[in-house]
């Protein structure tokens, strides 16, 4: 298995403009997990995917981010507009059928640069 | 409030030396326990998780991890480093009160081997 894919690997853009990341999970997973790595706030979870429909969705930082999940192997993590404080890298992750004690599989990550 | 933490930001061992990382995590049950590694550019793997049992768990790439209750830790243990182990290491945490439980992670410990 080719594990979590995610593109693009970098990004860079300007401010105003739309982001889109995408996420392939592992071919089984049902759960999806999109997060955010900065050096200030570490690990955020912004949302989970259960079965494509968003479960929590309690990180996603404000209006400007939305997610979605068509089908079962494609996710997308949109910004518009995007601002230079959403540069950071973000991560996919999936696992087996949600349980607390089910191990996540990251993406590489797709690192967002917005000048 | 929850909070689970990891009190060395930075640490720095010669090639060869054991590794203690810590971790300690503030909830109202034992929760389960993961640490994940991430090296550079990379996304987080799993090394190893707790839930019961055994307190002493085996991880992968020769990891170990002891959970004592008393003191609320689990710290992460290799007896000999490696210079392929220079990476950041991640504590996580879950509560173990069924159904849907977000993952919060520590911020993070960054180890560097020297030679």
């Known amino acids: 298995d080719a594990g979590v894919i995610q593109s693009p690997r970098h990004e860079v853009t300007e401010m105003g403009q739309e982001v889109t990341l995408r996420c392939k999970p592992i071919?089984?997973?049902?759960?999806l997990f999109w997060y955010r790595q900065t050096m200030m706030r570490g690990l955020e979870l912004l949302i989970y995917?259960?079965?494509?429909?968003?479960?929590?969705d309690s990180g996603m930082p404000e209006d400007r981010f939305s997610a979605k999940m068509p089908n079962a192997s494609f996710s997308t993590l949109k910004i518009q507009p995007s601002e230079p404080r959403d540069s950071a890298v973000y991560f996919c992750?999936?696992?087996?059928?949600?349980?607390?004690?089910?191990?996540?599989?990251f993406g590489p990550g797709t690192r967002l640069t917005v000048l | 409030a929850q909070s689970v933490t990891q009190p060395d930001i930075h640490i720095t061992v010669s090639e060869g030396a054991s590794l203690e990382l810590r971790c300690n995590y503030s909830?109202?049950?034992?929760?389960?326990l993961f640490w994940y590694v991430q090296s550079p550019g990379q996304g987080l793997q799993l090394l190893l998780k707790y839930f019961s049992g055994d307190t002493l768990v085996q991880g992968i790439k020769g990891f170990e991890a002891e959970f004592k209750r008393s003191q609320s830790s689990f710290n992460l243990r290799k007896p000999s480093v490696h210079w392929s182990d220079a990476a950041e290491y991640f504590c996580a945490v879950v509560p173990n009160s069924g159904g849907y439980q977000k993952v919060t992670f520590g911020t993070g410990t960054k180890l560097q081997v020297i030679p």
């Open positions: 995917f259960n079965n494509n429909v968003p479960i929590d």
């Open positions: 992750a999936s696992s087996l059928p949600h349980s607390s004690y089910n191990e996540q599989f």
């Open positions: 909830y109202g049950a034992t929760p389960y």
């Open positions: 071919s089984g997973h049902n759960s």
